[in-house]
Nanobody, 123 residues
Framework: EVQLVESGGGLVQPGGSLRLSCAAS????????MAWYRQAPGKGPEWVSV????????YYADSVKGRASISRDNAKNTLYLQLNSLKHEDTAVYYC????????????????WGQGTQVAVSS
């Protein structure tokens, strides 16, 4: 059974930081590009960041560029997203996704999808 389990979300003050994790199982993690998406209340899903299978290629949405860092540990089958200088508009449910094509992930197409972790930015 394929599972993507996100964790690390929570309530944080503006300007703070969070590190999200996504534990993968049930498929060969190193064969898949990975991505983080988010969905804010009342809005559609938004692509946040994508990382290649090796971890050498990373891409970021303009909304988080310079404040986010995506990484992966293929030995631990885990994906990470470091978010710094958090803003109110970063409040959303964050999801990780997997697909063998990095292009597909950048087009919001994926093979596997997690259940999400809530991030709330509030003072």
């Amino acid at each position: 059974e394929v599972q993507l389990v996100e964790s690390g979300g929570g309530l944080v003050q503006p300007g703070g930081s969070l590190r999200l994790s996504c534990a993968a199982s049930g498929f060969t993690f190193s064969n898949y590009a990975m991505a983080w998406y988010r969905q804010a209340p009342g809005k559609g899903p938004e692509w946040v960041s994508v990382i290649s299978r090796s971890g050498l290629g990373t891409y970021y949405a303009d909304s988080v560029k310079g404040r986010a860092s995506i990484s992966r540990d293929n030995a631990k089958n885990t994906l990470y997203l470091q978010l710094n200088s958090l803003k109110h508009e970063d409040t959303a449910v964050y999801y990780c996704a997997a697909d063998q094509s990095i292009s597909s992930l950048r087009n919001a197409e994926y093979e596997f999808w997690g259940q999400g972790t809530q991030v709330a930015v509030s003072s």
